[in-house]
């Protein structure tokens, strides 16, 4: 049986059935309802000396009129719509606005928002992450061949698993349409903080070169890099002796390793597809992902941002005020 609200006449029936000594089971056969219903209505309507038909229907239906019918209200939705607009994910606004505003919505009605405003030809569906499966190798192996001096990540220390400091760095880069250009992308383990660089191709030299550009601001919270086996990363240990850090390699094939690079990746790749002409992407465009990613709660993080947990800044304050 479902549950359904029960009537004046029920509750005074149970009230009647109770002073009789019946159980909860035999009441609810003769009310006609499930036993659970009959469970609830008296653990949720009585009063303090004890279950009383009148007092119990009084509970239930101030109860059910003052619940609110709406609890969000227009300027609610109109905040919502602005931190999509600023590329958050529904989960990451719902737990945002939970811990932030005290505001309880779930992911799911804000998906549906979406999905109806998409349906009116609205836009917000297009701030949505769009998640594509992904091919798996099977069986293969490494023809790239191999890097002089790598040390392997099972050389690593276990602190760095345990992301309880600032300065362990993980790489990799993303190639654009036609394999003209190529962007390099340095995501840090504990803050997840994410940095962005374009070089014109894969060569090593090129590749070096930005990744140490964008850690020279950083270069106190530089202690270790993992890439994988590219060889755009064959000045490896020109990187760390410049940097005064530790290089290490993945496994071959292995991106789990380096899962937050490759998640971090994913979301890059939103705003430049693979599809996409990286010869186009500027310096004004990468700022602008860089922005956008690293101001953006995360879970993970206890819905603080990766410039929160790195350097302190709240964007909050001005996103939405």
């Known amino acids: 049986m479902r549950y359904t609200q029960l009537a004046e006449e029920q509750r005074y029936q149970i009230y009647a059935l109770m002073k009789a000594g019946h159980r909860q089971t035999n009441i609810a056969a003769v009310v006609g309802v499930h036993k659970s219903t009959i469970s609830r209505e008296v653990r949720r309507n009585r009063g303090l000396r004890g279950y009383r038909p009148l007092q119990a229907h009084q509970l239930a239906v101030h109860r059910r009129q003052t619940k609110a019918q709406c609890r969000l209200t227009p300027e609610h939705w109109s905040l919502i719509e602005r931190l999509l607009q600023e590329d958050w994910s529904p989960e990451q606004i719902s737990l945002w606005l939970a811990d932030q505003r005290a505001i309880t919505i779930s992911h ?6 979406v999905l109806q405003d998409k349906a009116q030809d609205g836009t917000l569906y297009r701030h949505l992450r769009c998640q594509k499966a992904r091919k798996k190798r099977y069986g293969a192996y490494d023809r790239r061949g191999h890097l002089r001096n790598r040390v392997s990540i099972e050389e690593r220390p276990g602190i760095v698993d345990d992301r309880t400091r600032l300065g362990d760095w993980e ?6 349409k036609g394999r003209r250009q190529v962007l390099v992308s340095l995501t840090e383990r504990t803050s997840r903080l994410a940095l962005i660089a374009k070089v014109p191709n894969k060569e090593a030299e090129g590749v070096t070169h930005a990744i140490l550009k964008l850690l020279a601001p950083l270069s106190e919270h530089v202690h270790t890099l993992t890439a994988d086996n590219g060889k755009e990363f064959a000045q490896h240990e020109a990187i760390a002796e410049a940097l005064n850090a530790d290089f290490y390699f993945a496994h ?9 690079n490759e998640n971090t990746n994913g979301l890059i790749r939103q705003y430049f597809p693979k599809s996409g002409d990286f010869t186009t992407i500027t310096q004004k465009d990468l700022d602008h992902v860089m922005h956008k990613l690293n101001n953006r709660p995360r ?9 929160q947990v790195c350097f302190g800044i709240n964007p909050f304050v001005a996103l939405v005020s």
């Open 299 to 307: 879970k993970c993080l206890g819905m603080q941002t990766p410039n």
């Open 108 to 113: 799911e009605w804000i998906y549906q928002h």
């Open 252 to 260: 071959p094939y292995a991106s789990w390793e380096r899962g937050l």
């Open 171 to 176: 790489l990799d880069t993303i190639i654009g």
